[in-house]
Protein backbone atom coordinates (compact mmCIF):
# COMPACT_ATOMS: atom_id res chain seq x y z
CA UNK A 1 0.00 0.00 0.00
CA UNK A 2 0.87 3.66 -0.32
CA UNK A 3 3.30 5.48 2.22
CA UNK A 4 3.22 1.66 4.35
CA UNK A 5 6.88 1.90 4.90
CA UNK A 6 6.64 5.79 6.24
CA UNK A 7 3.24 4.66 8.07
CA UNK A 8 5.34 1.95 9.81
CA UNK A 9 7.80 4.02 11.22
CA UNK A 10 5.23 5.51 13.71
CA UNK A 11 4.43 4.33 16.91
CA UNK A 12 0.65 3.79 16.19
CA UNK A 13 1.25 1.20 13.21
CA UNK A 14 4.66 -0.35 13.60
CA UNK A 15 2.81 -3.65 14.99
CA UNK A 16 0.53 -3.55 12.12
CA UNK A 17 1.27 -5.86 8.89
CA UNK A 18 0.62 -4.09 5.56
CA UNK A 19 -2.54 -6.11 4.82
CA UNK A 20 -4.41 -5.04 8.65
CA UNK A 21 -2.88 -1.72 8.10
CA UNK A 22 -4.95 -1.25 4.53
CA UNK A 23 -8.05 -2.22 6.10
CA UNK A 24 -7.37 0.16 9.10
CA UNK A 25 -7.23 2.65 6.34
CA UNK A 26 -10.82 1.79 5.43
CA UNK A 27 -11.88 1.90 9.15
CA UNK A 28 -10.29 4.80 10.35
CA UNK A 29 -11.62 6.49 7.04
CA UNK A 30 -8.13 7.97 6.56
CA UNK A 31 -7.21 10.68 4.19
CA UNK A 32 -3.84 11.84 2.63
CA UNK A 33 -3.23 15.38 2.04
CA UNK A 34 0.29 17.52 1.17
CA UNK A 35 0.87 20.94 3.29
CA UNK A 36 3.47 23.63 1.72
CA UNK A 37 5.88 25.28 4.23
CA UNK A 38 4.08 27.28 6.61
CA UNK A 39 0.75 26.44 5.78
CA UNK A 40 -1.80 25.18 8.22
CA UNK A 41 -3.01 21.48 9.23
CA UNK A 42 -5.67 22.01 11.52
CA UNK A 43 -6.13 25.67 13.07
CA UNK A 44 -7.12 26.83 16.90
CA UNK A 45 -10.50 27.17 17.13
CA UNK A 46 -11.61 24.46 14.20
CA UNK A 47 -13.69 21.61 15.04
CA UNK A 48 -11.97 18.92 15.91
CA UNK A 49 -13.08 15.82 13.62
CA UNK A 50 -9.70 13.75 12.83
CA UNK A 51 -6.24 12.84 14.78
CA UNK A 52 -3.24 14.27 12.58
CA UNK A 53 -0.38 11.76 12.01
CA UNK A 54 2.74 13.39 10.17
CA UNK A 55 3.74 10.82 7.68
CA UNK A 56 6.66 13.04 5.97
CA UNK A 57 8.05 16.55 7.20
CA UNK A 58 7.86 18.47 10.15
CA UNK A 59 5.28 20.74 11.86
CA UNK A 60 5.21 23.16 14.92
CA UNK A 61 2.24 23.33 17.37
CA UNK A 62 1.28 26.57 18.38
CA UNK A 63 -1.45 28.30 20.25
CA UNK A 64 -2.24 32.25 19.85
CA UNK A 65 -3.70 34.28 22.29
CA UNK A 66 -5.97 37.21 22.52
CA UNK A 67 -3.55 39.58 22.16
CA UNK A 68 -1.95 37.82 19.49
CA UNK A 69 1.47 36.59 21.55
CA UNK A 70 2.48 33.02 20.21
CA UNK A 71 3.38 30.00 22.16
CA UNK A 72 5.30 27.17 20.64
CA UNK A 73 4.20 23.73 22.48
CA UNK A 74 6.40 21.02 20.34
CA UNK A 75 7.64 20.52 17.35
CA UNK A 76 6.33 17.05 15.45
CA UNK A 77 9.06 15.58 13.17
CA UNK A 78 7.70 12.25 11.22
CA UNK A 79 5.51 9.63 13.07
CA UNK A 80 4.66 12.16 14.90
CA UNK A 81 0.73 12.72 15.94
CA UNK A 82 -1.87 15.61 17.44
CA UNK A 83 -5.20 15.46 18.41
CA UNK A 84 -4.88 12.39 20.71
CA UNK A 85 -6.14 13.84 23.75
CA UNK A 86 -8.99 16.27 22.24
CA UNK A 87 -9.87 13.04 20.49
CA UNK A 88 -10.04 11.41 23.86
CA UNK A 89 -11.41 13.65 26.17
CA UNK A 90 -13.93 15.02 23.50
CA UNK A 91 -12.93 18.83 22.88
CA UNK A 92 -15.29 20.48 20.34
CA UNK A 93 -12.27 22.70 18.81
CA UNK A 94 -8.88 22.14 18.36
CA UNK A 95 -6.90 24.17 21.35
CA UNK A 96 -3.71 25.23 19.27
CA UNK A 97 -2.46 26.04 15.43
CA UNK A 98 -0.39 22.74 13.57
CA UNK A 99 1.89 24.51 10.75
CA UNK A 100 4.00 22.45 8.66
CA UNK A 101 7.32 23.65 8.72
CA UNK A 102 8.48 22.29 5.52
CA UNK A 103 6.47 20.33 2.66
CA UNK A 104 4.79 17.69 4.53
CA UNK A 105 3.16 14.85 4.33
CA UNK A 106 -0.11 14.21 7.09
CA UNK A 107 -2.72 11.22 7.03
CA UNK A 108 -6.19 12.38 8.76
CA UNK A 109 -7.80 9.84 11.06
CA UNK A 110 -11.18 10.35 11.63
CA UNK A 111 -11.34 10.58 15.28
CA UNK A 112 -14.50 8.27 16.19
CA UNK A 113 -13.50 5.74 14.19
CA UNK A 114 -10.03 5.81 15.56
CA UNK A 115 -11.04 5.40 19.13
CA UNK A 116 -13.80 3.55 19.03
CA UNK A 117 -13.51 -0.28 19.02
CA UNK A 118 -15.00 -1.80 15.58
CA UNK A 119 -18.06 -3.90 16.09
CA UNK A 120 -15.43 -6.78 14.97
CA UNK A 121 -13.24 -6.24 18.25
CA UNK A 122 -10.39 -7.19 16.25
CA UNK A 123 -7.08 -7.02 17.60
CA UNK A 124 -5.24 -4.38 15.85
CA UNK A 125 -7.67 -1.94 16.42
CA UNK A 126 -7.03 -2.69 20.81
CA UNK A 127 -3.60 -2.65 19.60
CA UNK A 128 -3.89 0.96 17.78
CA UNK A 129 -5.68 2.42 21.23
CA UNK A 130 -2.89 1.23 23.00
CA UNK A 131 -0.06 3.07 21.17
CA UNK A 132 -2.50 6.54 21.04
CA UNK A 133 -2.34 5.77 25.24
CA UNK A 134 1.04 5.40 25.22
CA UNK A 135 1.74 8.65 23.11
CA UNK A 136 -1.15 10.31 25.24
CA UNK A 137 0.98 9.79 28.56
CA UNK A 138 4.39 10.65 26.33
CA UNK A 139 2.68 14.01 25.73
CA UNK A 140 1.87 14.81 28.73
CA UNK A 141 5.48 13.98 30.36
CA UNK A 142 6.76 16.33 27.19
CA UNK A 143 4.67 19.39 28.33
CA UNK A 144 5.54 18.63 32.28
CA UNK A 145 9.25 19.30 30.91
CA UNK A 146 8.59 22.06 29.03
CA UNK A 147 7.08 23.62 32.32
CA UNK A 148 9.94 23.04 34.06
CA UNK A 149 11.98 25.13 31.51
CA UNK A 150 9.43 27.82 31.45
CA UNK A 151 9.32 27.91 35.30
CA UNK A 152 12.95 29.29 35.34
CA UNK A 153 12.92 33.24 36.10
CA UNK A 154 15.24 34.38 33.86
CA UNK A 155 15.88 34.04 29.87
CA UNK A 156 19.52 32.55 30.24
CA UNK A 157 18.26 30.06 32.81
CA UNK A 158 15.54 28.67 30.55
CA UNK A 159 17.79 28.49 27.45
CA UNK A 160 20.22 26.35 30.08
CA UNK A 161 17.10 24.25 31.55
CA UNK A 162 15.92 23.44 27.84
CA UNK A 163 19.61 22.85 26.52
CA UNK A 164 20.69 20.76 29.56
CA UNK A 165 17.84 18.79 29.18
CA UNK A 166 18.48 18.26 25.64
CA UNK A 167 22.35 16.91 25.79
CA UNK A 168 21.27 14.76 28.40
CA UNK A 169 18.29 13.45 26.38
CA UNK A 170 20.90 12.64 23.49
CA UNK A 171 23.85 11.28 25.95
CA UNK A 172 26.17 13.88 24.18
CA UNK A 173 27.21 17.77 24.63
CA UNK A 174 27.07 18.16 20.92
CA UNK A 175 23.41 17.81 20.19
CA UNK A 176 20.52 19.53 18.08
CA UNK A 177 17.27 20.87 18.47
CA UNK A 178 14.45 20.84 16.27
CA UNK A 179 13.66 24.58 16.59
CA UNK A 180 14.89 27.47 14.78
CA UNK A 181 15.78 30.95 16.85
CA UNK A 182 12.26 31.79 16.49
CA UNK A 183 10.37 29.23 17.16
CA UNK A 184 12.45 28.19 21.04
CA UNK A 185 11.39 31.57 21.51
CA UNK A 186 8.48 30.84 21.37
CA UNK A 187 8.66 27.70 23.07
CA UNK A 188 10.10 29.11 26.20
CA UNK A 189 8.19 31.95 25.72
CA UNK A 190 10.56 34.86 25.91
CA UNK A 191 11.64 37.54 23.31
CA UNK A 192 13.60 36.49 20.12
CA UNK A 193 16.18 39.29 20.45
CA UNK A 194 16.77 38.97 24.18
CA UNK A 195 17.27 35.51 23.61
CA UNK A 196 19.49 35.67 20.82
CA UNK A 197 21.63 38.95 23.15
CA UNK A 198 21.23 36.09 25.76
CA UNK A 199 22.88 33.35 23.81
CA UNK A 200 25.72 35.84 22.86
CA UNK A 201 26.63 35.74 26.08
CA UNK A 202 26.61 32.37 26.82
CA UNK A 203 28.88 31.76 24.31
CA UNK A 204 31.14 34.78 24.99
CA UNK A 205 31.56 33.10 28.24
CA UNK A 206 32.43 30.17 27.05
CA UNK A 207 29.39 28.37 28.28
CA UNK A 208 28.05 27.12 24.82
CA UNK A 209 28.32 26.95 21.18
CA UNK A 210 26.27 26.71 18.39
CA UNK A 211 25.35 27.37 14.57
CA UNK A 212 22.05 27.60 13.70
CA UNK A 213 20.00 24.60 15.49
CA UNK A 214 23.17 22.93 16.43
CA UNK A 215 24.62 23.15 19.71
CA UNK A 216 27.55 22.01 21.96
CA UNK A 217 27.40 22.61 25.79
CA UNK A 218 31.25 23.19 27.37
CA UNK A 219 32.07 22.15 30.43
CA UNK A 220 32.46 24.54 33.34
CA UNK A 221 36.10 26.09 32.12
CA UNK A 222 35.11 26.26 28.82
CA UNK A 223 37.18 23.73 27.43
CA UNK A 224 37.81 22.58 23.94
CA UNK A 225 36.12 25.90 22.47
CA UNK A 226 38.90 25.99 19.58
CA UNK A 227 37.26 22.71 18.06
CA UNK A 228 33.55 23.41 18.35
CA UNK A 229 33.13 25.22 15.04
CA UNK A 230 34.86 21.86 13.21
CA UNK A 231 32.01 19.80 14.99
CA UNK A 232 29.37 21.74 14.12
CA UNK A 233 30.47 21.41 10.73
Known sequence: ????????????????????????????????????KHESIVKQGESV?????????????????????????MKLQA??????????????????????????????MNKHNLITPCQNKCKRHDMVIR????LVAERNTELTIKITHMAKKSIRDKLLSYLSYISNKEQSSYFTIPFNK?????????????????????RDEGILDFDKNEYHLLDKKGNNLSKIKNNLK
Open 1 to 36: MEHFKELKASKIFCDISEVDCQAMMFCFKTKFKVFK
Open 49 to 73: QDVVLIVKGAAIVENVDYLGNISVS
Open 79 to 108: GDVYGVESAFVGDDVYQDSVIATERTLVLF
Open 131 to 134: SLMQ
Open 182 to 202: TELANYLSVDRSAMSTELSKL
